[in-house]
């Protein structure tokens, strides 16, 4: 939604708007007109044609993109000798960004992290820890979500743009009593609006300051402006002085042209249900600001609350559009607009053609007026003069042609995007595994700059959500315990057991030494965590962190190809496979451990409890006295493993 922020004027130029109650400080009126001084420069930004578009502007381009992604049906044509004419779309354009987006997603993606301590010595027990509290932020900010709505967007927008923050929200709530009373409302953390929190936000929401510069945190300033709820707004703002007093649903209150005065004035766009929120960051002058329908809910110099001054967005798109300057980037639907519309019209004159030869147009010839009634099943028409007769109008059409330059036409989409073996379309032959990774290492290498767009995108996300874990997650709390002593409380953080992995704790504590302690300490140190884990046969695993030493180091994050593009489940079953048909019948392999590793393990079915599907085994003598097992795949008779060690 875009809203118009110009004061309501008469012919003459007069501002015809009511003045406003609200009168704040020269230095918020002194503030708020660089920020209208900077929304104007950067609206044009958004309005202007840039060749880079085909000539037409952002918010055109990012809606011709979508109409395409959302298969848009043009209207059939008012005029009745058109009317019949299809006006059907292939839905290619959509397919082939839901098959990009679906290999892209197909695994989750974490960033690599690496530890640096002061000495530039690596830290890979620090590396480990800041993974485990990424991956335990991840799952209580929806990550997985963010991701694919982040891919899907690349692919569809002219950029994709993740804002990430940490928000402590308060609100009032009541309870009923026993004896039915209700208590006085008291304040209570807002879980759903509190902690990490991660948005996709539009294209048309954020204003930034100069399109030909690429990297978003070397941008002057960035606007955030979006219309929300009312009554999200007081949840969020309620307890603001100035919120409560001035800010009203549809009322806009505009700075005039004398930079002196505040107005009122009405926005239908608003209606009498919503308010319009700006935030404004400021890298150089290092605001962020905060404005609900044009009111300043912040200090006029309110800093930027982030530990590393960054702005809190991360921008990646599908393709690069120039040699890297530009902001925005080529998207896929952009891409494939030229061969979808080639299709499209190719699609629509075969379904024409069909229609033509299936109920050919007529000629009446003669002297007798013919109309279209007579070629209506079970018609019965009397045409009196015998020279009066009916013929098919030949066209000669070509149907064959028609599909052969569609088809001709769908490959080059292919060849700009992804082809149908890569899309999931099976091949009517089987393949073998190396045909399979092949088929895996042409579509990385055909997905390899999305996937590395995708990678920068993860990095700079990574380095934002790092800050944020050691700005809010390393501090501990001020808790009472007896008399006048207070002490700090510091957090733990549990990641359950998934997907085969073992589950993991955190916790921040000042009772790991800042001393170094030598090596017999360090290895006392480790047995108690070894002990308190539950042993070596436990599947849980503790870190205990000195939050101090921990906010010192250096972190850094990799983006790998592998990570981008593991090898597919399709690829690691064929592979265990044939290491399984290869293995089978060696007189040196353990039969047992490779049926359960390796054919059990291949199947998602039985992978997680082979040893139901493993049958008992008998225990036999082996010559000399040595007990073996006779294994029921061979038939033959190998001895216990602890033997063989001892012997």
Known sequence: MIINLELQKD??????????????????KKITAQVM????????????????FNDISLRDRQSRDQMAFNNFEPFSSSNPDEEWRSTAIRPITRNKIISIAAHVTGNLIFPKIFAQNDQDQEDRD??????????????????????????????????????????????????KNANGEISEPKEVLDEE????????????????????????????????????????????????????EFVKPGLQILLGDNKDTFYEQYDEDLQDRLVEEIIYYNRQLDLQLVYVNGILLTEPDEPNPRLDKKYPFAKSGYELIDEGKFFYYKSSAFKTAPDADVVDVLYRMIIDGTYLQLMPPVAAIGNEEVDSSILMPGTITTIKDKETRIEKIDLGNDLVAGFNALEKVESSVSESSQDPQQSGIPSPQQQTAFEISRLEQNARIQLGLFGKMIGFLI????????????????????????????????????????????SKRVTMTTEVSDELLSPEEQLDESFKVMEEEGGLESKDRIFKVNPSLFRELKFLVRISPDIV??????????????????????????QENIFKELLLGAYSTTRDNPDKFVAKQATGTLEGGQKGVLSRITGAERPETSEVLTK
Do not use: C
């Open 565 to 590: 593009f593991p090898p597919s489940e399709n690829v690691k079953k064929a592979l265990m496979l044939e290491q399984y048909d290869r293995a089978v019948n060696n007189p040196l392999a353990d």
């Open 193 to 244: 609006l509190s902690g990490f929190h991660d948005t996709l936000v539009p294209i048309d929401e954020l204003w930034i300051e100069n399109i030909y510069e690429n990297k978003i945190q070397r941008q002057g300033h960035l606007i955030w402006r979006k219309v929300i709820d009312y009554s999200l707004a007081q949840v969020k703002y309620g307890n603001n002085k100035n919120f409560k």
């Open 459 to 502: 990095k700079d996300f990574g380095e934002l959500r790092i800050s944020d874990i050691i700005q809010h997650l390393t501090i501990g709390e001020l808790k009472g315990i007896t008399g006048d002593t207070d002490t700090l409380k510091f957090r733990s953080f549990l990641i359950p057991e998934k997907e085969g992995l073992d």
């Open 126 to 175: 620090a590396a480990s820890v800041m993974r485990t509290l990424m991956e335990w932020v991840g799952d209580i900010s929806d990550y997985e979500r963010t991701f694919l709505y982040a891919v899907i967007a690349a692919l569809v927008n002219p950029a994709t743009i993740i804002h990430t923050e940490f928000t402590k929200v308060m609100r009032k709530v009541k309870t």
């Open 37 to 52: 001084k900077d929304f104007d420069a950067s609206d044009k930004i958004m309005s202007q044609p840039y060749r880079e």
């Open 11 to 28: 012919k003459k130029g007069n501002v015809v708007s009511e003045p406003s109650n609200y009168n704040p400080s020269k230095e918020v």
